[in-house]
């Protein structure tokens, strides 16, 4: 079986492409000429390609020592990062990461739990922008963001996904709308009502959409709204009921004006995941963080549907979905 290529040789393997020559390269690598040049051989030997070629010029790559020079220096970086995080872990964890999220996954658990990893490493920074899945998505691969955090329909090809929390879905309404003593509702039963579309063009409006087309209606949107604190509170207005998250939605409830009604649809649990790019691209700072928040969704918490009354929340009808 090949042997995995280790550290020391790619770094002298670089030298000798910088330096273009075994003998100034020895001497940067305090090495005597024979000893580079026969660990050079044994690497060719080893992957089974020249790597290198004599030229009137100097020392040059070959195409595959070319390939493997550019690897080589990306594999060398990411050590040296992961040198300078862990000497960072030693004096307890420090450093910045960045976090893109939903908009639901905010309105939820996503800020408690950062806080109290904050608490935990009061010297990491976290950076916590609001975004939508698509835009979540591109900024992790893109680099401009450590980590995502959003609903799992989002097409999450070429990421790495762990599970995160789940929430229901649910009818929000004024406490004196006609349907707000049922016990659960379907979507076709809510599609004649007037209501309030959150966050139009995103993914629970899509969705929505989708089902009503299936079922041969489209809803009948009085307004729209940016926001769910904006929905609850048209919605306990009596301006017209909105599908939105039990636990986003669950605050409002306190002062008695708005029901939630659990909507009756195999599609109404949604289930949210962490996204980050493969190791080694993302940083172990990164990965600190996500495991945090992994362990503070563990089944040990109350589940996503767990009626309010259960969770420290109080007031308004909150049936368990």
Same mark, same amino acid.
């Given at each position: 079986?090949?042997?995995?290529?280790?550290?020391?040789?790619?770094?002298?393997?670089?030298?000798?492409?910088?330096?273009?020559?075994?003998?100034?390269?020895?001497?940067?690598?305090?090495?005597?000429?024979?000893?580079?040049?026969?660990?050079?051989?044994?690497?060719?030997?080893?992957?089974?390609?020249?790597?290198?070629?004599?030229?009137?010029?100097?020392?040059?790559?070959?195409?595959?020592?070319?390939?493997?020079?550019?690897?080589?220096?990306?594999?060398?970086?990411?050590?040296?990062?992961?040198?300078?995080?862990?000497?960072?872990?030693?004096?307890?964890?420090?450093?910045?990461?960045?976090?893109?999220?939903?908009?639901?996954?905010?309105?939820?658990?996503?800020?408690?739990?950062?806080?109290?990893?904050?608490?935990?490493?009061?010297?990491?920074?976290?950076?916590?922008?609001?975004?939508?899945?698509?835009?979540?998505?591109?900024?992790?691969?893109?680099?401009?963001?450590?980590?995502?955090?959003?609903?799992?329909?989002?097409?999450?090809?070429?990421?790495?996904?762990?599970?995160?929390?789940? =929430?229901? %879905? /649910?009818? !929000?309404?004024?406490?004196?709308? #006609?349907? @707000?003593?049922?016990?659960?509702?379907?979507?076709? *039963?809510?599609?004649?009502?007037?209501?309030?579309?959150?966050?139009?063009?995103?993914?629970?409006?899509?969705?929505?959409?989708?089902?009503?087309?299936?079922?041969?209606?489209?809803?009948?949107?009085?307004?729209?709204?940016?926001?769910?604190?904006?929905?609850?509170?048209?919605?306990?207005a009596g301006l017209g009921l909105a599908i939105?998250?039990?636990?986003?939605?669950?605050?409002?409830?306190?002062?008695?004006?708005?029901?939630?009604?659990?909507?009756?649809?195999?599609?109404?649990?949604?289930?949210?995941?962490?996204?980050?790019?493969?190791?080694?691209?993302?940083?172990?700072?990164?990965?600190?963080?996500? =495991?945090? %928040? /992994?362990? !503070?969704?563990?089944?040990?918490? #109350?589940? @996503?549907?767990?009626?309010?009354?259960?969770?420290? *929340?109080?007031?308004?009808?909150?049936?368990?979905?």
């Amino acid at each position: 079986m090949t042997r995995p290529l280790d550290p020391i040789s790619l770094q002298h393997f670089i030298s000798v492409c910088e330096e273009r020559s075994i003998a100034r390269a020895a001497a940067r690598e305090s090495l005597v000429p024979s000893a580079l040049s026969k660990r050079m051989a044994a690497l060719e030997s080893e992957l089974g390609l020249p790597l290198l070629v004599r030229r009137r010029n100097g020392i040059e790559p070959t195409p595959a020592g070319q390939a493997l020079l550019a690897r080589a220096r990306e594999v060398l970086g990411a050590l040296d990062q992961l040198r300078v995080e862990l000497d960072a872990f030693a004096q307890g964890a420090q450093g910045n990461v960045r976090v893109l999220a939903s908009p639901s996954v905010l309105a939820e658990d996503l800020p408690d739990d950062i806080a109290v990893f904050l608490e935990l490493h009061p010297a990491v920074r976290v950076s916590l922008d609001e975004r939508y899945s698509r835009e979540i998505v591109q900024g992790v691969r893109e680099g401009i963001a450590d980590l995502g955090v959003l609903w799992d329909l989002a097409d999450l090809s070429g990421l790495q996904a762990v599970p995160y929390r789940r =929430d229901r %879905l /649910c009818v !929000a309404m004024a406490a004196t709308h #006609p349907l @707000a003593r049922r016990e659960s509702l379907t979507l076709a *039963q809510t599609l004649a009502h007037p209501s309030i579309n959150v966050s139009p063009g995103g993914q629970m409006d899509q969705l929505v959409r989708r089902h009503a087309a299936l079922l041969g209606v489209l809803p009948t949107h009085r307004m729209q709204v940016g926001t769910f604190e904006a929905a609850c509170r048209l919605v306990a207005a009596g301006l017209g009921l909105a599908i939105l998250p039990r636990e986003a939605a669950a605050p409002y409830t306190g002062a008695g004006r708005l029901a939630l009604v659990p909507l009756d649809e195999p599609w109404a649990e949604r289930r949210f995941v962490i996204v980050a790019r493969p190791a080694p691209l993302s940083s172990s700072l990164a990965r600190l963080l996500a =495991d945090h %928040l /992994c362990a !503070a969704a563990s089944p040990r918490r #109350p589940p @996503a549907g767990e009626p309010a009354s259960k969770r420290g *929340q109080s007031g308004g009808r909150t049936s368990n979905p």
